[in-house]
């Protein structure tokens, strides 16, 4: 049994705040954004919540494919920053959209979210388990950065985007190969922490609010441009192919200059990396499924074509895996 996705979709709030905003809230330059990240807008939520957005990307997806709610079996959301700690994001999707006969869970592993997702919905198709999945990655980032601190808040944006992955008997097609991995000892270089432990039974008699995003973009940058190299190559190892053989390398978009460095890594050119995010920022889980839906929508994917997609982020995780468009 193998996987195929049939359709693809995606959905950014309305509201565009350029480089020379961000110039207005902080202490910062549109040239020094551009030059270190290649990032000049991003997409602001100004009231949309996570539900809201990945229910707007998932019914695109799904009326791609030709299917109706009632259809979908299993709905994974990847998301790290949902409006509710409960109910889950894609119980609140599944009841937007009306999938009522679908397994509905989180899953959180920030900006490699997307593409653990997809993996997981592959094991349980190819398992037999279900026959198709509905897989959403979505983020308001926007209300877990620091608006005061020029070193993250000029780097994020909110978005959602989806695929519907469905069992198909064909041949060579779907999620080839796969490498994944995490780095918990090191996780706290890009961390945002949630509740404190307050309860009648602690010490503790104050509530700590919950923080925002912190980052050592250093460390981060050091991390991504060895490790997303090296699981794109073990990805590509397991499949039997080679980079040249590649003709699509859908990456995490987090920063122009780590794309550049693994293109330069694998010595492939640049223009096999397609990027979207000098529009969008970084949207962590969202980044590779709305790349994906705009590459898809633009004609660009044809049956047959070979891809790698990956990601890396908090964590710390990170992922590749080798797909054939069908
Ligand atoms: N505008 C102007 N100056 C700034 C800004 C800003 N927005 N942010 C930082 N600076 C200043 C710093 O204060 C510092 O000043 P100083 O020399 O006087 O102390 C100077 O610019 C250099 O700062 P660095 O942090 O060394 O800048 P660097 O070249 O490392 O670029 C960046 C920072 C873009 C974050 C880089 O480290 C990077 O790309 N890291 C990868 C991390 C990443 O992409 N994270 C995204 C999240 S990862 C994920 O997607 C999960």
């Known amino acids: 049994m193998n996987t195929k996705i049939t359709g693809t979709g995606s959905f950014l709030p309305e509201k565009i705040v350029t480089n020379f905003d961000m110039e207005k ?23 949309e919540t996570v539900s809201s957005i990945a229910a707007k990307a998932a019914k695109e997806a799904l009326l791609m494919a030709g299917k109706q709610p009632g ?17 889950c994001c894609a119980c609140q999707v599944q009841s937007i959209l009306g999938c009522s006969n679908a397994v509905a869970f989180d899953l959180n592993a920030a900006c490699s979210g997307f593409l653990f997702a997809l993996n997981a919905a592959t094991a349980y198709i190819k398992t037999g388990l279900y026959k198709n999945a509905l897989v959403i990655g979505a983020e308001v980032l926007s209300k877990i950065v620091d608006w005061t601190d020029r070193s993250t808040c000029v780097l994020f944006g909110d978005g959602a985007g989806a695929a519907f992955l469905e069992a198909t008997e064909e041949e ?6 796969l490498s994944q991995g995490s780095d918990g000892a090191r996780g706290m270089v890009l961390a945002c922490e949630d509740r404190d432990v307050v309860n009648p039974f602690t010490e503790k008699k104050e509530q700590i609010l919950p923080g925002y995003v912190t980052m050592n973009g250093q460390e981060v940058y050091k991390f991504a441009v060895r490790q997303v190299p090296a699981s794109i190559l073990d990805a590509l190892n397991k499949a039997n192919l080679t980079v040249e053989e590649i003709d699509h390398f859908v990456l995490h978009q987090a920063n122009i200059r780590i794309i550049e460095a693994v293109a330069k890594r694998l010595k ?10 000098e529009r969008v920022g970084n949207m962590s889980s969202a980044t590779i499924p709305v790349l994906l839906d705009e590459i898809n929508r633009a004609g660009k994917l044809k049956k047959g074509d070979k891809l790698v997609m990956s990601g890396f982020g908090a964590g710390l995780t990170y992922g590749a895996g080798v797909y054939i468009w069908g």
């Open 25 to 47: 809230l902080v202490d910062t330059q549109d040239a020094w954004i551009r030059e270190r990240t290649g990032i000049a807008s991003r997409h602001i939520s100004t009231g």
């Open 71 to 87: 259809e979908v079996e299993m709905i994974i959301v990847a998301t790290c920053s949902p409006e509710m700690l409960l109910p």
């Open 172 to 177: 060579n097609i779907g999620m080839l190969s």
């Open 268 to 277: 492939v050119p640049m223009d096999k990396f397609p990027t979207n995010l």
